[in-house]
């Protein structure tokens, strides 16, 4: 691996634009406050080009166009813009969405920044404080071996209980499922927001760049650098995603607090701890495994899930030691597979999704933290009728067991 201090890194901020209009003002001026003033701002604005002959997409063509115009005004910001939202620059329909914008923005600094750079992917409806782009680089300085940080993330509430109530209900989602993979010591423990990625130059080149996933491209990006090397999941400095209803990815945050206002939760479901128990049972098993046929709780899921009982047999015979070879099952056996692992499996369990909290924070959280919580947080809490203070309660104690792990992790 390429060996850097970081000292004279710049930043490259790595933004997408789709119908922003009215969080830009607050992003820009985020970025007016940063201590650190190395950095650099790309903007790629987009949207498909047939939306400009759709009357149900116009206003956010238009949207982008007055994005267009702010963005230029920014005499004191190194702007570059990547314009894919005007006439004739549109998406093809093939090739659209957050995740080619995403690309399209890294590809471009890769190109152009030196290999100790730093590209820094954010939301324009994201805040941070004034030290953000500088707890980045002191960060990267201190732990060398870090190809990648997945900051730690906060969302905002707002002055709508509903949308308040959405928002916790999704991110006590993440939090519950980050904690028990830090619980059972799982490798592929980070949440993925792109939002909160920290990534150097001559990282994102050695991995080939990010894939343009039409919804999702921020967790498979972590998950490539996850595979190469030591994700960091500390930062002392948090970013603040606002509490959003969106449409525009298939899935993540809009879209899950648009089907959860409905009452529909089946895809983010609060998962049996003890789903996650047999994942840590798989992973124990792969060192035996390399040696002799076992049994272990994934095995008839994998063989259906990659069409192959032996699916392991080409990771052993190209493995020297024990090591490669559990090394080369965790990559295979990845996060993906552990999600639908979870989904397929959750469906043999009724229990409500409140009861499982209840019995996971008294069982693995059973502290002075978890006393003081249980004052408010009573048997019969729930999501859709406990106040809305209850909930931010119960979603700042798992951010507390969370800096736990991260910081001692």
């Known amino acids: 691996m390429i060996k850097t201090d970081y000292q004279h890194s710049k930043i490259y901020v790595a933004l997408p634009a789709m119908d922003e209009f009215l969080y830009l003002p607050q992003f820009i001026e985020c970025i007016k406050a940063q201590t650190f003033r190395n950095f650099e701002l790309i903007v790629c604005v987009n949207q498909p080009e047939s939306w400009w002959f759709d009357q149900d997409h116009l206003t956010v063509c238009e949207n982008n166009q007055k994005s267009i115009q702010l963005l230029q005004k920014q005499h004191n910001i190194k702007t570059i813009i990547i314009d894919k939202s005007s006439k004739r620059n549109g998406w093809d329909e093939k ?3 957050v995740g080619w914008a995403r690309k399209i923005i890294m590809d471009h600094i890769a190109a152009i920044a030196n290999d100790n750079d730093i590209i820094l992917s954010l939301d324009a ?3 941070f404080q004034s030290g953000y782009f500088q707890s980045i680089i002191d960060n990267f300085k201190a732990h060398q071996k870090d190809v990648a940080i997945a900051v730690p993330y906060y969302h905002s509430l707002t002055e709508n209980e509903n949308q308040n109530r959405h928002i916790l209900r999704y991110e ?3 939090r519950y499922y980050a904690l028990n993979l830090w619980r059972i010591n799982n490798p592929y423990n980070f949440s993925a927001l792109g939002s909160a990625i920290a990534v150097p130059v001559w990282v994102y080149k ?3 760049g990010l894939s343009p996933h039409r919804s999702g491209e921020d967790f498979y990006f972590l998950l490539k650098l996850k595979k190469f090397g030591q994700l960091g999941l500390w930062n002392r400095e948090k970013v603040y995603p606002a509490a959003r209803y969106s449409a525009r990815v298939l899935f993540g945050t809009g879209p899950a607090m648009i089907k959860g206002a409905t009452g529909d939760w089946s895809s983010y479901p609060i998962y049996d701890f003890k789903l996650f128990n047999e994942v840590a049972n798989t992973y124990t098993s792969f060192i035996k495994l390399f040696n002799e ?3 272990f709780p994934m095995k008839d899921f994998l063989a259906e899930l ?6 392991f047999e080409p990771l052993r015979k190209n493995s020297a030691s024990v090591d490669q070879f559990v090394k080369a099952c965790s990559h295979k056996v990845d996060a993906l597979r552990i999600l639908q692992y979870l989904k397929f499996n959750q469906k ?5 999704g409140e009861e499982i909290l209840n019995k996971y924070i008294s069982e693995f959280h059973n502290s002075e933290d978890w006393l003081v919580l249980s004052t408010t947080l009573t048997a019969n809490w729930s999501f859709e009728h406990s106040p809305v203070s209850v909930l ?7 951010v507390k067991m969370e800096e736990k792990y991260q910081t001692n992790g």
Not at 306 to 311: C, H, I, L, Q
Not at 392 to 398: G, I, S, T
């Open 125 to 127: 409806d994201t805040t």
């Open 95 to 97: 090739k659209s969405g």
């Open 348 to 352: 043999e369990y009724s229990i409500r």
């Open 172 to 174: 006590i989602y993440m």
């Open 306 to 311: 990659f069409k192959d009982a032996n699916w």
């Open 293 to 295: 046929d076992i049994n």
């Open 206 to 208: 050695r991995v080939g």
């Open 392 to 398: 931010d309660e119960l979603r700042n104690f798992l």
